[in-house]
C-alpha cells in the first residue's frame, strides 16, 4: 500500500516549534493533513540501529551500508543489509564491508560512518566513507576504498586522507553521483561544526561557523582522481540551525536534487530537507522540510540517500535500538519532492 506524504501534510505534522523556523505563520486545525496526519511509518529490519544508511542496486537486488555499529564490545565499521525487492530487509550480522582501517585512521576511535558505495565502469566498487584522523583525532576525514566485489572487503590504501581541510573542521558524509552525462561527482560537508563554538551540535554559539556542502568532480574511470577544485552548494543559513549535512545528489524530476539535514542530529528538530537546481553545479534553491519529527510518527528523521538517478530513498530516525532505518518512493512535482511510503 502507498500513502502520499507532501510537504505540506509533513509540515503539519511537525512537532511544536519545528514548523516555526521555516516561517510559517498558518494555524491549522485537527482536520488539515487528513489521513497523512494519523498514519505511521514502520522502519525496516525491526527498527535495528542502521544509521546513516546509503544504498545501491546490483542483479541480486538492493544492498545498504551504514554507520559502524558495536557487536560483542568490537565494532563492525561498515554494516550491511540486503533485500531482494526494496520491502523485505535482512541485515547481514556478522559482515563487516570493510574489516581492515587504513594507515591514516584513528586505530583506538576509528568512528567509520556514512559510508556510500557506487559501481564503476569496470564492475568494481568505490566506497567514500567518513572516519577518525590518527593525525587530529577529534577530525574526521573522507577518503575511498576500492573493492572487486560488492559486499568487500574495501580497502582503503592511502596514508593520507582523500579529503580533509583540517582547519576547517575536516569533512564527513561523502556520497558518489553519475550524471547524465556519464560524468562522475562527489559530494560531502565541510565539518565545521568540529571547531565551532559550543551549544547544540557544538555550532550554535556565535560566531557560527559554516558547514557548507561541497561537489567535487572526479575521474569517470576511477572515481577518485580530482578534477578541478570543489564547489559549494549551499551552506548552513539561520533557519537551518547549526549544521547542514548528510548530502545526497540526484536528477529527478528534470531537476538536480540535492537532499540534505539540516539541524543537529541529537535533537528533534533534525530534518530531511533538499535543494533544487536547473544545473549540477548550482545554483541551488532550498525548499523543504521533506520529514521532519512528527511526520508519519518519525522522530529526528535524517541522512536521506537515494538511488542514483531513480527514485528509491533510505534515510534514518530515533528508535528505542538507535537510529533504525526507513525506505519510500520519491517523485517530483515542480520544486516539490512527494514521498510515497511503503508499507
Not at 531482494?84 to 541485515?91: F, I, L
Not at 579529503?163 to 576547517?168: D, E, G, M, Q
Not at 569517470?220 to 582522481?225: F, N, S
Amino acid at each position: 500500500m502507498l500513502r502520499l506524504l507532501s510537504i505540506a501534510a509533513a509540515t503539519l505534522l511537525a512537532i511544536s516549534g519545528v514548523a516555526a523556523r521555516y516561517g510559517s505563520d498558518d494555524e491549522h486545525d485537527e482536520e488539515d493533513g487528513g489521513l497523512e496526519k494519523r498514519a505511521t511509518i514502520s522502519p525496516i529490519m525491526d527498527g535495528r540501529n542502521f544509521p546513516d544508511p546509503a544504498i545501491i542496486k546490483v542483479a541480486d537486488g538492493w544492498h545498504a551500508f551504514a554507520t559502524n555499529v558495536k557487536k560483542d564490545g568490537s565494532w563492525i565499521h561498515v554494516p550491511m543489509a540486503k533485500s531482494p525487492d526494496y520491502k523485505k530487509w535482512t541485515y547481514r550480522d556478522g559482515v563487516d564491508a570493510m574489516p581492515k582501517l587504513a594507515a591514516w585512521v584513528d586505530p583506538n576511535s576509528p568512528r567509520v560512518w556514512a559510508p556510500d558505495v557506487v559501481q564503476l565502469g569496470d564492475g568494481t566498487f568505490i566506497m567514500y566513507y567518513t572516519a577518525a584522523s590518527k593525525r587530529q583525532t577529534d577530525i574526521h576525514c573522507v577518503s575511498w576504498a576500492h573493492s572487486k566485489k560488492l559486499e568487500g572487503p574495501y580497502v582503503d590504501n592511502l596514508k593520507e586522507p582523500w579529503v580533509c581541510p583540517y582547519a576547517t573542521g575536516g569533512a564527513i558524509d561523502p556520497a558518489g553521483y553519475t550524471n547524465k552525462d556519464g560524468t562522475r561527482w562527489v559530494v560531502y560537508k565541510i565539518d565545521g561544526n568540529a571547531v565551532g563554538h559550543g551549544g547544540s551540535c557544538n555550532n550554535n554559539v556565535e560566531p557560527i561557523v559554516s558547514t557548507p556542502i561541497m561537489l567535487q568532480q572526479v575521474n569517470g574511470a576511477d572515481g577518485h582522481t580530482k578534477i578541478g577544485s570543489p564547489i559549494q552548494l549551499i551552506k548552513n543559513d539561520k533557519a537551518d540551525g547549526p549544521v547542514v549535512e548528510a548530502p545526497a545528489l540526484t536528477y529527478l524530476g528534470g531537476k538536480y536534487v540535492l537532499f540534505f539535514s539540516s539541524n543537529c542530529f541529537a535533537t528533534t528538530l533534525y530534518d530531511v530537507s533538499y535543494a533544487t537546481a536547473d544545473h549540477i553545479k548550482g545554483p541551488y534553491t532550498k525548499y523543504g522540510p521533506l520529514f521532519v519529527t512528527g511526520t508519519l510518527g518519525m522522530i529526528s528523521p535524517g541522512g536521506l540517500d537515494i538511488a542514483m538517478n531513480g527514485d528509491h530513498a533510505i534515510w534514518h530516525g530515533a528508535t528505542s535500538n538507535g537510529r533504525g532505518s526507513y525506505t519510500a518512493l520519491l517523485s517530483m512535482k515542480g520544486n516539490q519532492v512527494i514521498a510515497s511510503t511503503l508499507s
